[in-house]
């Protein structure tokens, strides 16, 4: 049987801490606006049927599309693969 120091135990306990974000809507809607202008986080280019390309966030496709969720979810777990 494993005894538990106490004071340990405190120690951890006391560890743990709450993380509140006041305006989170707020928050997260003006991050998700500074990321679009941001071209370094640009991951996807999506060629149209006119052979157009944009480029754009995966979060945001996912986040928006489930038709592009499908997609990146499948192209991810295929490429994650190890081929033998």
């Not at 743990?16 to 990321?35: G, H, M, N, P, T």
């Amino acid at each position: 049987m494993t005894t538990v120091d106490p004071i340990q135990h405190e120690q951890k306990r006391a560890e743990q801490f709450c993380v509140k974000w006041r305006a989170y809507d707020a928050s997260i809607s003006q991050a998700f606006r500074d990321l679009k202008s941001n071209k370094n986080f640009l991951d996807v280019t999506v060629v149209c049927k006119d052979y157009i390309n944009l480029e754009a966030h995966k979060v945001v496709l996912g986040a928006c599309s489930p038709f592009f969720r499908m997609v990146l979810s499948i192209r991810l777990l295929t490429s994650t693969r190890c081929s033998t």
